[in-house]
T-cell receptor, first 114, second 113 residues
Framework: KAGVTQTPRYLIKTRGQQVTLSCSPISGHRSVSWYQQTPGQGLQFLFEYFSETQRNKGNFPGRFSGRQFSNSRSEMNVSTLELGDSALYLC?????????????FGEGSRLTVL | AQSVTQLDSQVPVFEEAPVELRCNYSSSVSVYLFWYVQYPNQGLQLLLKYLSGSTLVKGINGFEAEFNKSQTSFHLRKPSVHISDTAEYFCAVRYSGNTPLVFGKGTRLSVIA
Protein backbone atom coordinates (compact mmCIF):
# COMPACT_ATOMS: atom_id res chain seq x y z
CA LYS A 1 0.00 0.00 0.00
CA ALA A 2 1.51 3.32 -1.01
CA GLY A 3 2.20 5.81 1.76
CA VAL A 4 1.42 9.49 1.94
CA THR A 5 2.86 11.28 -1.07
CA GLN A 6 3.81 14.93 -1.05
CA THR A 7 4.86 17.05 -3.99
CA PRO A 8 7.09 18.85 -4.60
CA ARG A 9 9.75 17.65 -2.18
CA TYR A 10 11.82 20.83 -2.45
CA LEU A 11 11.07 24.30 -3.72
CA ILE A 12 12.51 27.77 -3.57
CA LYS A 13 10.40 30.91 -3.76
CA THR A 14 10.95 34.61 -3.20
CA ARG A 15 9.16 36.91 -0.82
CA GLY A 16 5.73 37.96 -2.01
CA GLN A 17 5.17 34.93 -4.19
CA GLN A 18 2.64 32.21 -3.47
CA VAL A 19 3.06 28.45 -3.30
CA THR A 20 0.80 25.41 -3.56
CA LEU A 21 1.75 22.08 -2.00
CA SER A 22 0.05 18.80 -2.77
CA CYS A 23 -0.66 15.73 -0.68
CA SER A 24 -2.07 12.34 -1.63
CA PRO A 25 -3.14 10.35 1.44
CA ILE A 26 -2.94 6.61 1.91
CA SER A 27 -5.64 4.88 -0.11
CA GLY A 28 -8.84 4.72 1.92
CA HIS A 29 -7.82 7.46 4.34
CA ARG A 30 -10.29 10.31 4.39
CA SER A 31 -8.67 12.70 6.81
CA VAL A 32 -5.66 14.87 5.93
CA SER A 33 -3.73 17.12 8.31
CA TRP A 34 -1.00 19.64 7.60
CA TYR A 35 1.84 20.68 9.90
CA GLN A 36 4.62 23.23 9.65
CA GLN A 37 7.97 22.14 11.06
CA THR A 38 10.71 24.65 11.89
CA PRO A 39 13.79 24.29 14.10
CA GLY A 40 12.56 26.92 16.56
CA GLN A 41 8.87 26.06 16.83
CA GLY A 42 8.83 22.33 16.18
CA LEU A 43 5.68 20.88 14.64
CA GLN A 44 2.78 23.28 14.51
CA PHE A 45 -0.69 22.26 13.39
CA LEU A 46 -2.06 24.11 10.37
CA PHE A 47 -5.39 22.45 9.58
CA GLU A 48 -7.20 19.17 9.15
CA TYR A 49 -9.69 18.18 6.48
CA PHE A 50 -12.19 15.37 6.45
CA SER A 51 -14.57 14.68 3.57
CA GLU A 52 -13.68 17.99 1.92
CA THR A 53 -14.52 20.00 5.06
CA GLN A 54 -12.06 21.77 7.31
CA ARG A 55 -12.49 20.25 10.76
CA ASN A 56 -9.77 21.99 12.74
CA LYS A 57 -7.57 24.99 12.19
CA GLY A 58 -4.38 26.05 13.90
CA ASN A 59 -3.23 29.53 14.82
CA PHE A 60 -1.85 30.70 11.48
CA PRO A 61 -2.68 33.83 9.49
CA GLY A 62 -5.16 33.78 6.65
CA ARG A 63 -2.32 33.60 4.13
CA PHE A 64 -2.31 29.88 4.86
CA SER A 65 -5.21 28.02 3.32
CA GLY A 66 -6.06 24.53 2.24
CA ARG A 67 -8.63 22.37 0.61
CA GLN A 68 -9.50 18.75 0.11
CA PHE A 69 -10.90 17.14 -3.00
CA SER A 70 -13.47 14.39 -3.35
CA ASN A 71 -10.71 11.80 -3.82
CA SER A 72 -9.26 12.90 -0.43
CA ARG A 73 -6.21 14.51 -2.01
CA SER A 74 -5.36 17.83 -0.39
CA GLU A 75 -3.55 21.01 -1.26
CA MET A 76 -2.32 23.84 0.89
CA ASN A 77 -1.54 27.32 -0.33
CA VAL A 78 0.56 30.06 1.17
CA SER A 79 0.17 33.50 -0.35
CA THR A 80 2.42 36.54 -0.04
CA LEU A 81 5.33 34.48 1.20
CA GLU A 82 7.52 35.78 4.01
CA LEU A 83 11.03 34.70 4.99
CA GLY A 84 9.58 33.10 8.12
CA ASP A 85 7.49 30.72 6.02
CA SER A 86 10.63 28.75 5.22
CA ALA A 87 9.93 25.35 6.73
CA LEU A 88 9.23 21.70 6.17
CA TYR A 89 5.52 21.25 5.50
CA LEU A 90 4.28 17.83 6.50
CA CYS A 91 1.08 16.19 5.41
CA UNK A 92 -0.42 13.32 7.34
CA UNK A 93 -3.46 11.13 6.82
CA UNK A 94 -5.61 8.91 9.00
CA UNK A 95 -8.38 6.53 8.31
CA UNK A 96 -11.27 8.55 9.64
CA UNK A 97 -12.27 11.35 11.91
CA UNK A 98 -11.82 9.28 15.08
CA UNK A 99 -10.35 10.14 18.43
CA UNK A 100 -7.76 7.41 18.39
CA UNK A 101 -6.52 7.72 14.85
CA UNK A 102 -2.76 7.83 14.58
CA UNK A 103 -1.33 9.93 11.78
CA UNK A 104 0.71 8.58 8.89
CA PHE A 105 3.15 11.15 7.58
CA GLY A 106 4.59 11.94 4.19
CA GLU A 107 8.22 12.95 3.73
CA GLY A 108 7.35 16.62 3.53
CA SER A 109 7.80 19.55 1.19
CA ARG A 110 10.76 21.72 2.10
CA LEU A 111 10.06 25.35 1.25
CA THR A 112 12.80 27.95 1.17
CA VAL A 113 11.78 31.60 0.87
CA LEU A 114 14.50 34.00 -0.29
CA ALA B 1 -4.16 25.21 26.50
CA GLN B 2 -3.18 21.71 25.54
CA SER B 3 0.57 21.24 25.51
CA VAL B 4 3.28 18.61 25.46
CA THR B 5 6.65 19.15 27.09
CA GLN B 6 9.74 17.23 26.14
CA LEU B 7 12.15 18.09 28.88
CA ASP B 8 15.38 17.45 26.99
CA SER B 9 16.11 19.00 23.62
CA GLN B 10 19.25 16.89 23.14
CA VAL B 11 20.31 13.58 24.65
CA PRO B 12 23.76 12.12 23.90
CA VAL B 13 24.27 8.50 24.88
CA PHE B 14 26.89 5.85 24.23
CA GLU B 15 26.09 2.86 22.08
CA GLU B 16 24.59 -0.09 24.02
CA ALA B 17 23.69 2.16 26.97
CA PRO B 18 20.07 2.60 28.09
CA VAL B 19 18.17 5.77 27.32
CA GLU B 20 15.03 7.52 28.56
CA LEU B 21 13.38 10.40 26.69
CA ARG B 22 10.96 12.31 28.86
CA CYS B 23 7.51 13.59 27.92
CA ASN B 24 4.85 15.32 30.01
CA TYR B 25 1.45 16.53 28.87
CA SER B 26 -0.75 19.25 30.30
CA SER B 27 -4.00 17.58 31.25
CA SER B 28 -5.09 14.58 33.24
CA VAL B 29 -8.29 13.89 31.30
CA SER B 30 -8.44 11.01 28.89
CA VAL B 31 -5.66 11.19 26.36
CA TYR B 32 -4.20 9.23 23.51
CA LEU B 33 -0.41 9.31 23.48
CA PHE B 34 2.11 8.71 20.73
CA TRP B 35 5.84 8.65 20.12
CA TYR B 36 7.17 9.34 16.63
CA VAL B 37 10.72 9.22 15.23
CA GLN B 38 12.10 11.36 12.44
CA TYR B 39 15.28 10.48 10.56
CA PRO B 40 17.07 13.22 8.56
CA ASN B 41 15.16 14.41 5.50
CA GLN B 42 12.25 12.12 6.22
CA GLY B 43 8.74 12.36 7.61
CA LEU B 44 7.64 11.06 10.98
CA GLN B 45 7.27 7.35 11.71
CA LEU B 46 5.14 5.98 14.53
CA LEU B 47 7.15 4.20 17.24
CA LEU B 48 4.32 3.33 19.60
CA LYS B 49 1.00 4.50 20.96
CA TYR B 50 -1.10 4.36 24.10
CA LEU B 51 -4.86 4.31 23.62
CA SER B 52 -6.06 2.39 26.68
CA GLY B 53 -5.33 -0.72 28.71
CA SER B 54 -1.87 -1.71 29.91
CA THR B 55 0.22 1.29 30.86
CA LEU B 56 3.39 -0.29 29.47
CA VAL B 57 3.42 -0.07 25.71
CA LYS B 58 5.92 -1.80 23.45
CA GLY B 59 6.80 -0.41 20.06
CA ILE B 60 9.09 -0.98 17.13
CA ASN B 61 12.90 -1.14 17.25
CA GLY B 62 12.93 -2.25 20.91
CA PHE B 63 11.39 0.93 22.31
CA GLU B 64 8.78 0.99 25.05
CA ALA B 65 6.93 3.68 26.97
CA GLU B 66 5.01 3.85 30.21
CA PHE B 67 1.86 5.87 30.69
CA ASN B 68 1.66 7.44 34.14
CA LYS B 69 -1.67 9.21 34.63
CA SER B 70 -0.90 10.67 38.05
CA GLN B 71 2.29 12.29 36.78
CA THR B 72 0.85 13.04 33.31
CA SER B 73 3.93 11.48 31.76
CA PHE B 74 4.70 9.14 28.88
CA HIS B 75 8.46 8.54 28.93
CA LEU B 76 10.14 6.57 26.16
CA ARG B 77 12.83 4.01 27.01
CA LYS B 78 15.20 1.63 25.31
CA PRO B 79 17.50 -0.71 27.28
CA SER B 80 20.34 -0.67 24.74
CA VAL B 81 20.67 1.86 21.94
CA HIS B 82 22.33 1.48 18.55
CA ILE B 83 23.97 3.98 16.25
CA SER B 84 20.94 3.65 13.98
CA ASP B 85 18.72 5.08 16.73
CA THR B 86 20.25 8.52 16.16
CA ALA B 87 17.25 10.65 15.18
CA GLU B 88 14.75 13.15 16.52
CA TYR B 89 11.94 11.84 18.69
CA PHE B 90 8.58 13.50 19.14
CA CYS B 91 5.95 12.93 21.79
CA ALA B 92 2.37 13.74 20.79
CA VAL B 93 -1.03 13.78 22.47
CA ARG B 94 -4.60 13.80 21.28
CA TYR B 95 -7.17 14.77 23.88
CA SER B 96 -10.73 13.59 24.11
CA GLY B 97 -12.89 14.88 21.35
CA ASN B 98 -11.88 15.40 17.78
CA THR B 99 -8.91 17.63 18.48
CA PRO B 100 -5.65 17.85 16.55
CA LEU B 101 -2.57 15.86 17.46
CA VAL B 102 -0.33 18.17 19.50
CA PHE B 103 3.43 17.61 19.38
CA GLY B 104 6.26 18.36 21.74
CA LYS B 105 9.28 20.20 20.38
CA GLY B 106 11.29 17.04 20.01
CA THR B 107 14.38 15.43 21.54
CA ARG B 108 17.44 14.86 19.42
CA LEU B 109 19.00 11.53 20.39
CA SER B 110 22.65 11.17 19.43
CA VAL B 111 24.19 7.73 19.88
CA ILE B 112 27.97 7.80 20.24
CA ALA B 113 30.14 4.86 19.21
Amino acid sequence: KAGVTQTPRYLIKTRGQQVTLSCSPISGHRSVSWYQQTPGQGLQFLFEYFSETQRNKGNFPGRFSGRQFSNSRSEMNVSTLELGDSALYLCASRLAETNTGELFFGEGSRLTVL
Amino acid sequence: AQSVTQLDSQVPVFEEAPVELRCNYSSSVSVYLFWYVQYPNQGLQLLLKYLSGSTLVKGINGFEAEFNKSQTSFHLRKPSVHISDTAEYFCAVRYSGNTPLVFGKGTRLSVIA
